[in-house]
């Protein structure tokens, strides 16, 4: 028997914040400013 479980929508989201987190510290890091996801960022605020 198998036990799996569907992931809800907060984990889910959470997971993609976090690798959208990850990925604009690499290029902040790198100033790649031009390469930056800033239309996204401005509306999640």
Known sequence: ???L???T???LYET???LWL???ISL???NKLEE???ENWL???
């Open 9 to 11: 929508l907060k984990h």
């Open 36 to 38: 930056l996801d800033l």
């Open 5 to 7: 479980t569907k992931p």
């Open 1 to 3: 028997m198998s036990n």
């Open 28 to 30: 902040l890091k790198a």
């Open 43 to 45: 509306s999640s605020t």
């Open 22 to 24: 990850e990925a604009t």
């Open 16 to 18: 993609d914040e976090y």
